[in-house]
C-alpha cells in the first residue's frame, strides 16, 4: 500500500514541475539557459586574461618570437628544399634580420648624429620665442607671472621628490624587463626557427589521440594566416614610411630619412607608433620652417594615417588574412582597450588565427583517422636510423681509405 501510495506523489509532482515550467515563457527559459553558461565563459575568459597579464613578461616575448618565427620561416624552410642544413637557413635568416635592424637604426644614428645639435639648439630658440611671444601680452601673462608659475613649478618637484625616484626606479625595473624580454624574445626565435614542428607536435602530444588530426589541422592553418599578416604588416610600414617621409622631403623638412625610418618602426605599433611619429615629424618642421609648414607636414601625416587606416589596415589587411575590414578595426580597438599597446599589436593576427582555426574545424578540413602526431615519430624514427646508416657507411669508407 505504501509504494501505490508512492507512485501517485512522484507523478504529481513531476506534474506540478512540468506545469511551473510551462508557466515560464519559452523564450525566458531558454534566455535563462544560455544566461549561466555565459556567464561561466565571461569568469574563465576573464581569468584567463588575468593570468595572461600576471605572466604578460613571459608572454609578450613569446607572441613577439612567434611572429618573427612566422615572418623569417620561409627563409629557412627555402634551404631545406635546397637540401642545405637546416642550420644554414636558421643562421641566414637571423643573420638578414639583424642586418635590418642594424641598417634602420645605423640609418637613424648617422643622420641624427649630424642634425641632433642643430635640432636642440633651434628648440631653444624656437622655446624663448614663445616666451618672448607670451610674455609680450599676446595672453595677458606678464613676465611675473611666468617666474611665478616656474617657481610652483619647480617647488612642486621638490615636495613630490619621492615620487619622482620612486618613478624613476619604476622606469629602470621597465627597462630591466625590456632586456629579460629581449633576450627570451631572442631565445625563443632561435628554438622555434630550429624545432618548430618538435615543439609543435610535443604540444599535440598532450591531447587525446582523436584531437590530433583536427587540433593539426586548424594549428597549421592559424599558422598560415599569422605568417601573411607578418609580411602583410611590413608593405603597410613601408607605405607609411615613404608617404611620409616623402611628404617631408618634399616640404623641405629636414631630416626626412630618420623620420621614414621611425615611422616604418612606430608603424608595428597600432595608432600610439603613428601618432608620436607623426608629432615628432611636425615639431621638427615648426623648429626648423614654422608654423605653417608644421601645419603642412600635419596633414600629409594625418593623411597617410587616414589612408592607412581606412584603405590599407581594413582592405589590404583584411583581404589578406580574410577578416572582414570591420572586424580588423574592432579586433584592434579592443585589442586597445584590454591590454594596450600589446593587446593593438597582437590584435589582428589573433583574430586572423582564431578566423582561420574556426573556419578549418566547421569545415572539418582534415584527413579522418589519421594521427599526425605518430605519422611525426615514425618519420623521426626513420631519419635517425636513415642518418645512423649514413654514419656508419660514412665511417666503413673512411677506414676503407686508410687501409
Do not use: C
Amino acid at each position: 500500500m505504501e509504494e501505490h501510495r508512492g507512485e501517485p506523489d512522484a507523478v504529481s509532482g513531476e506534474l506540478a514541475r512540468d506545469n511551473a515550467a510551462h508557466e515560464l515563457p519559452l523564450g525566458v527559459r531558454v534566455a535563462a539557459a544560455w544566461s549561466w553558461r555565459l556567464i561561466l565563459i565571461g569568469l574563465a575568459l576573464a581569468g584567463f586574461l588575468w593570468l595572461i597579464v600576471q605572466v604578460r613578461i613571459i608572454v609578450i616575448p613569446l607572441l613577439i618570437a612567434i611572429l618573427l618565427t612566422a615572418l623569417l620561416a620561409p627563409i629557412v624552410q627555402w634551404f631545406e628544399r635546397q637540401n642545405a642544413p637546416r642550420w644554414l637557413g636558421v643562421v641566414t635568416a637571423l643573420a638578414m634580420l639583424f642586418a635590418a635592424v642594424w641598417v634602420l637604426v645605423m640609418l637613424i644614428v648617422t643622420e641624427l648624429r649630424n642634425g641632433l645639435d642643430d635640432l636642440s639648439r633651434r628648440s631653444e630658440e624656437v622655446w624663448w620665442d614663445f616666451l618672448r611671444w607670451i610674455e609680450g601680452n599676446a595672453l595677458g601673462i606678464s613676465a611675473d607671472q611666468l617666474d611665478d608659475l616656474s617657481s610652483q613649478f619647480m617647488k612642486t618637484i621638490e615636495d613630490h621628490q619621492s615620487e619622482i625616484w620612486s618613478g624613476a626606479l619604476g622606469v629602470a625595473t621597465t627597462a630591466g624587463q625590456l632586456v629579460t624580454g629581449a633576450l627570451l624574445t631572442l631565445f625563443s626565435l632561435i628554438f622555434m626557427l630550429i624545432d618548430g614542428k618538435r615543439i609543435w607536435f610535443w604540444v599535440l602530444g598532450f591531447l587525446p589521440a582523436p584531437a590530433h588530426a583536427p587540433v593539426d589541422a586548424a594549428g597549421r592553418a592559424g599558422w598560415v594566416s599569422v605568417g601573411q599578416y607578418v609580411r602583410v604588416q611590413i608593405f603597410v610600414a613601408f607605405v607609411d614610411a615613404v608617404g611620409i617621409g616623402v611628404g617631408a622631403a618634399l616640404l623641405g623638412v629636414p631630416l626626412p630619412i630618420p623620420i621614414a625610418v621611425l615611422v616604418f618602426l612606430g608603424s608595428f605599433i597600432p595608432f600610439l607608433g603613428a601618432i608620436v611619429t607623426g608629432a615628432l615629424a611636425a615639431f621638427i618642421a615648426l623648429v626648423y620652417n614654422g608654423p605653417v609648414n608644421a601645419l603642412m607636414m600635419l596633414g600629409v601625416v594625418i593623411l597617410v594615417n587616414q589612408i592607412e587606416g581606412h584603405v590599407l589596415q581594413p582592405l589590404v589587411m583584411g583581404s589578406a588574412v580574410r577578416v572582414h575590414p570591420l572586424g580588423v578595426v574592432l579586433a584592434v580597438s579592443t585589442g586597445a582597450l584590454l591590454a594596450g599597446v600589446p593587446g593593438a599589436l597582437f590584435a589582428v593576427p589573433f583574430a586572423a588565427s582564431a578566423n582561420a582555426i574556426v573556419n578549418t574545424l566547421f569545415g572539418k578540413e582534415w584527413e579522418a583517422g589519421s594521427d599526425p602526431v605518430a605519422e611525426y615519430h615514425r618519420r623521426e624514427k626513420a631519419h635517425q636510423k636513415a642518418r645512423h646508416r649514413a654514419r656508419i657507411i660514412s665511417r666503413l669508407r673512411r677506414k676503407e681509405g686508410h687501409s
